[in-house]
């Protein structure tokens, strides 16, 4: 699936994993840097930041060389 396939302004139903290249995460005030990396989202909540999620999504965005 790509961003093209997606309605703007619509909320898709079930989990989005965003996979990219490069990922800026923030911990405890503490930022870092995440290469390879994937964002799961569901409803307005980021559930997920790391390596490949392994749990079930309803649709993977390969973003590829950005910047999440």
Avoid: K
Avoid at 9 to 35: D, K, Y
Avoid at 56 to 62: G, H, K, N, P, T
């Amino acid at each position: 699936m790509t961003l093209a396939n997606l309605t703007l302004g619509l909320r898709p139903s079930g989990r989005t994993a965003l996979s990219a290249c490069w990922i800026v995460t923030n911990q405890s005030g503490v930022h870092r840097f995440l290469e390879n990396g994937e964002v799961v989202i569901e409803h307005d909540r980021i559930l997920y930041v790391g390596p490949r999620f392994e749990g079930e999504v309803a649709r993977r965005l390969d973003l590829r060389d950005v910047l999440i």
